[in-house]
């Protein structure tokens, strides 16, 4: 089991996206789903050579396919993981839902401080 947990609120961390994980139903997800805690920081991996989307992230849980960040968000978390930390967390996870609505995560990053 992931361990990693977020800290709701952390004031050094911001919300880059949310949304519903992409392509959940020609991948892993339900094998996975029991271990799967909302909190749980799930892993993002560039697939630059995707034939679909050359920004595509892959989510992947403890080295499982789960989909992808929808290719509206793509080019800017692919962005953002070329420059610093960058974290998805799973916000609500409900397998009785519709397969595009059973994995709902965010994306966060470091917040900027102009100080």
């Known amino acids: 089991m992931n361990e990693k947990q977020v800290i709701e609120n952390d004031p050094k961390?911001?919300?880059l996206a949310s949304f519903f994980v992409?392509?959940?139903?020609?991948?892993e997800l339900?094998?996975?789903?029991?271990?799967?805690?909302?909190?749980?920081?799930l892993d993002l991996v560039l697939e630059p050579t995707n034939k679909y989307d050359p920004n595509a992230v892959r989510?992947?849980?403890?080295?499982?396919?789960?989909g992808y960040v929808p290719k509206k968000f793509s080019s800017t978390v692919a962005?953002?993981?070329?420059?610093?930390?960058?974290?998805?967390?799973v916000k609500t996870i409900?397998?009785?839902k519709k397969t595009y609505e059973q994995l709902f995560v965010e994306?966060?990053?470091?917040?900027y401080n102009e100080s």
Do not use: D
């Open 13 to 15: 961390m911001e919300i």
């Open 22 to 27: 992409a392509g959940v139903q020609f991948h």
């Open 30 to 41: 339900r094998t996975v789903s029991a271990e799967i805690k909302e909190g749980a920081i």
């Open 59 to 66: 989510i992947e849980y403890e080295g499982t396919m789960l």
């Open 79 to 89: 962005g953002n993981l070329t420059v610093g930390p960058v974290l998805c967390h």
């Open 94 to 96: 409900n397998m009785n």
């Open 107 to 111: 994306i966060l990053v470091e917040a």
